[in-house]
């Protein structure tokens, strides 16, 4: 059998291309996958930090101060540039507890400012009734959390150390 030998260079030249080329898109794909998570992995620990931005208010009594949404104008802003940046970044389970976080908190919020009279001093009866709606907000928080943490994998450590020491055992 005869090889043409000047086909030989061309095939490993070809080959050499080829091989660069699906290198240089698989660097590109993995970079753009790197970035997007850096954004998202972002975005989450914001909305954790700012997911009631309203707790550091200093001048609403301590003991109600937890009841209230976003009062001031940069506190609403704030909101709207997380809920956009949820809708560009955010998984579609994180985006639904993001709006149901946000919708719950209105919902206090609300109930403050059109039914109780004195909100630092609220009547029995009304704390009695905003409770299934603070409780909701609390809830609607906490899942959100739980979504964000699972998602960003922070208790994974532990689960690859079990799997480590598993595969450890194993051996002996």
Known sequence: MNVDTTLIPALAITATAATSIYSLRHQQRTSEQA???ERQAALYVDLLA???PYLAEPDV???VRHYF???TSEERALVQSLSARVDA???EHVSRLWSTTVQRVFD???YISEVIGDPLHPTEREELEIAP????RNAASESLRKQIRLELKTDRP?????AAVAAVRMRR
Do not use: Y
């Not at 532990?158 to 079990?162: A, N, P, Q």
């Open 35 to 37: 970035r997007l998570w």
């Open 50 to 52: 700012n997911q009631r």
């Open 61 to 63: 009594d301590p003991s």
């Open 69 to 71: 949404g976003p009062q």
């Open 89 to 91: 970044f955010a998984s």
């Open 108 to 110: 206090v919020s609300f």
């Open 133 to 136: 709606l603070v409780e909701a």
């Open 158 to 162: 532990r689960g690859i150390l079990r």
